[in-house]
């Protein structure tokens, strides 16, 4: 049964940053390609980052720049680097498996992130 548990969320202010966590178990998870989500209030869940198997990354327009995705497979963990951080980031976000690639698995609890003055 995959397992997976975000942590790092927090209230930041406006240009501030966060460092998110992810740590999976459960799966084959070098081989897999990962991904974060974002929830925000009245919209669909989205995906803004991607990082693929051999680590290759990409982001969604309104987080590149500021958003970086890495993984560690010794530790079964991927990240999210978040800088610049405004209003429009606040949300829960959620690891998962690249929606593009598969049946995804049973989400985590999500980690929220405010950002706030």
């Known amino acids: 049964q995959v397992q997976l548990v975000e942590s790092g969320g927090g209230l930041v202010q406006p240009g501030g940053s966060l460092r998110l966590s992810c740590q999976a178990s459960g799966l084959f998870f070098s081989l897999r390609s990962m991904g974060w989500y974002r929830q925000t209030p009245g919209k669909q869940r989205e995906m803004v980052a991607t990082?693929?198997?051999?680590?290759?990354?990409t982001y969604v327009d309104s987080v590149k720049g500021r958003f970086t995705i890495s993984r560690d497979n010794a530790k079964n963990t991927v990240y999210l680097q978040m800088n610049s951080l405004n209003a429009d980031d606040t949300g829960v976000y959620y690891c998962?498996?690249?929606?593009?690639?598969?049946?995804?698995?049973?989400w985590g609890r999500g980690t929220q992130v405010t950002v706030s003055p």
């Open positions: 990082i693929y198997s051999g680590g290759g990354t």
């Open positions: 998962n498996r690249d929606q593009r690639a598969g049946a995804l698995y049973d």
